[in-house]
Structures are given as structure tokens and as C-alpha cells.
């Protein structure tokens, strides 16, 4: 039997010889690729303008630094994400106030947020996570009635929807990420949907050095910009991706589909949210009854293993790392993220799965949890 990962990107044979075209064209770094892959990706959401980068970590901390958040600023986030999310806002040198998730989305829970806006509060970073969307309407009834600016993270929703309209085609700033986990990849890289056109001068400042180009074929720096942009390499990867990101979404779908027809309801795991008109199904997410259970989850994840299937874990809630610890968080403030952090397990899902892959997964998850109940 051949290992089954929990995720690996699809790469075609027109994109190979795309890529290979680019080395051999003398130009690699940013270039025509970049620029094509943006106007693209501006097509595909919406129209707005969009700009790529070299992370999402670099958009996200790009889009902060747009809203003006910095020391002495405060910034509303989840504590059930990538740890890129918050740490996002200490690399500009704000601080992060989490706010728990709802146990149903495992998003971050609108109905909470308000209690956590202070003075010092400038931005909401709300995350769709394994591509299920935050509410956006409410999101943005929050934002309005106290004046924040949102930097969307949707490293994870690329091709999501929220009520028919694409995650990026409206709103304040979104941004995506193409790490080789997610559901397009460039490799490494990442985007910035900004709302205003006008920020795109100042967007590429901060992408790169600082440098503005003068008619003159001179230079002035008036920033401390990063080093954030992305090559022409990967941007070829990117459109590659981009013209079939629909079809791997429907095939992500159906693959989920088979996940609630297959796993056995007696295991007693929770299930996520069965949509199928809004996710892009990034990930597919049980929690293990643990407290039913005589195996840990390291336990779970090891005899799943030695069925060939492999298994992540995402995430451990943020506030307890201990770079969050030392800033004062502990056990016991976000205890539905807490549970999530302890039970997550992730399973199989990408596009070149097969339904008998599907199957395969539930049966094993049947015969090492079964035992397994007390
Ligand atoms: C992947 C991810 C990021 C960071 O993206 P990179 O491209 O790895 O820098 C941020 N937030 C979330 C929710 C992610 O899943």
C-alpha cells in the first residue's frame, strides 16, 4: 500500500514547461510572469487590484502596515490558525488580543468580539479556516460600528465564496496565501487584494527596499521597505494553478462529500460544518472524542501511520506557544480553542485523491478508533 499524505500539490506538464520556459528566458526574478499572474488574479477576484508577494506571512504583515497598525496598537484575532496569523501583528510590533472561536465554524466568534475592542484596537484579522468564510456581514457591521480597518486572512479560502461572491471580490484588505499546502501554491508565495488602487504605490514600497523608479531612470527610498517580492519562476506556477483552482475546489468538495457519506457516525467524532456552497474545503477536520477514548491523539495519529494514511494536526491553539505564554496568556481563556488545539485532526483531502482513497481513510480511522471506546 502506498502512504496516503494529508496534502500534496498538483502540478501539470504545461506548468513544468511553463516553468522551464522561464528559466531559459534570461529574466527570472520579477518580471512579465509577476505582472501577468496579478492582472489574472485581479480577473479571478473580481476586478479589484491585487499584488503578489513572496509569503503570505509578507502580505499579511504588508496589509498591517497599510492599515497603520504599529507599537501601542491592538489588533483582534483567532487563536485557532496558522501561527503566521498573530505573529503577523508582533512583526509589526502590535499586540494580538484573541478572541475564542464558535465550536461549530472553529472561526473566530463574531458575537465576541465587541467585548474585546478597546481604545487602542485598529484592525479585526479574522481567518477563514480550512476555507470555511467568516461571516462577512456581520464581520463588517463590527468593523463599521467602531471604525477598524479588517485585514481578511484567506491564506486558506482561495475560491471560496460568501453569499455568491468570491472571498477577495469585496471588503477591506484580504490576503492569500500560495504556500504548497494550499489549495493553488506558487511554492512559496502569497497575494494583497487592496480596496484602493491609490495604496499600490505604496504597496510596492513596502514589498521592496523602499524603491520608487523616477522618470529620470534614477531612484528615491523614502520607506524601510522589506524584500518581499515574488519571482517570475513562481508566478509561472501560479497561473499554471490559477486556471484550475475551480476544478480542484469541485474535486475537493466531492471528496468531503464522501468523508460524511463514509465515516462512521459511532466514533463518535465531530464533524465539520457540511458546507457545499461556501468552503473550498482547505482541509477536512474532525475532533476526536478524546474523553472517550483510551489512545492520545499522538496515539491515533501513530497507528494511522502504520496504516500508510498520514494525519496533521492544525493547530495548537496560539495563546498557549510559549513566545504567547511569556506575554502573559494561559490555559483556560479560550477554552473552545483549547479543545480544538487538543482534539484537531486532519484528514486526507487534495485534488488527486480518489474516492476509494476516501474509503481507505474511514475504514482505517474505524479500525484503530473502535477498540479504542470505552
Ligand atoms: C498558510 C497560512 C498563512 C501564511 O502563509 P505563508 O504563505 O505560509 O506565509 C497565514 N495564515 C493562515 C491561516 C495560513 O493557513
New binding site residues.
Given amino acids: 500500500m502506498t502512504f496516503l499524505p494529508f496534502t500534496r500539490p498538483s502540478i501539470d506538464e504545461d506548468t513544468i514547461a511553463g516553468v522551464a520556459d522561464v528559466l531559459r528566458s534570461g529574466w527570472i526574478t520579477s518580471g512579465p510572469q509577476v505582472k501577468a499572474f496579478e492582472e489574472q488574479l485581479s480577473a479571478y477576484l473580481g476586478g479589484r487590484t491585487v499584488k503578489t508577494v513572496s ?6 504583515e504588508i496589509a498591517l502596515q497599510l492599515c497603520g497598525v504599529g507599537p501601542g496598537d491592538e489588533v483582534i484575532t483567532t487563536p485557532i ?2 501561527v ?2 498573530a505573529n ?1 501583528v508582533l512583526h509589526v510590533g502590535a499586540t494580538p488580543v484573541f478572541v475564542d472561536v464558535d465550536i461549530a465554524t472553529r472561526n473566530i466568534d463574531l458575537g465576541k468580539i465587541e467585548a474585546a475592542i478597546t481604545p487602542r484596537t485598529k484592525a479585526i484579522l479574522p ?3 480550512a476555507g470555511l468564510p467568516v461571516d462577512r456581514e456581520r464581520l463588517y457591521q463590527i468593523a463599521r460600528r467602531h471604525h477598524l480597518r479588517v485585514v481578511e ?1 484567506a ?2 479560502s482561495m475560491g471560496a465564496r460568501y453569499r455568491g461572491q468570491r472571498v477577495g471580490a469585496f471588503g477591506d484588505l484580504v ?1 492569500i ?3 504548497a ?2 489549495n493553488m501554491t506558487t511554492g ?3 497575494a494583497l487584494v487592496l480596496p484602493d488602487p491609490a495604496d499600490g504605490t505604496m504597496f510596492e514600497k513596502l514589498r521592496l527596499q523602499g524603491v520608487v523608479r523616477l522618470a529620470d531612470g534614477t531612484m528615491e527610498v523614502d520607506v524601510a521597505g522589506g524584500k518581499a517580492n515574488l519571482t517570475d519562476i513562481a508566478a509561472r506556477i501560479g497561473i499554471g494553478q490559477l486556471a484550475r483552482v475551480e476544478a480542484f475546489n469541485a474535486r475537493r468538495r466531492e471528496l468531503a462529500r464522501h468523508y460524511f457519506a463514509c465515516l462512521d457516525q459511532d466514533l463518535r467524532c465531530a464533524l465539520p460544518l457540511a458546507d457545499f456552497a461556501d468552503t473550498n474545503w482547505h482541509m477536512f477536520q474532525v475532533l476526536l472524542p478524546l474523553g472517550e477514548l483510551t489512545l492520545s491523539r499522538g496515539e491515533f495519529i501513530a497507528q494511522m501511520r502504520e496504516r500508510e494514511i498520514g494525519i496533521g494536526v492544525h493547530y495548537p491553539a496560539i495563546h498557549l506557544y510559549a513566545l504567547y505564554r511569556q506575554r502573559g496568556f494561559c490555559e483556560g481563556q479560550f477554552p473552545n480553542a483549547e479543545r480544538i488545539g487538543r482534539e484537531t485532526v486532519t484528514l486526507p483531502l487534495f485534488p488527486a485523491m480518489s474516492l476509494e482513497d476516501v474509503e481507505r481513510v474511514c475504514e482505517a480511522m474505524a479500525s484503530v478508533l473502535r477498540p479504542a471506546l470505552r
Avoid: I, M, P
Fill in positions: 509569503s503570505g506571512t509578507a502580505a499579511l490558525s496558522w503566521a496569523t503577523s481567518v477563514d479556516l486572512d491564506a486558506q490576503a496565501s500560495f504556500h499546502n494550499k512559496e508565495g502569497g
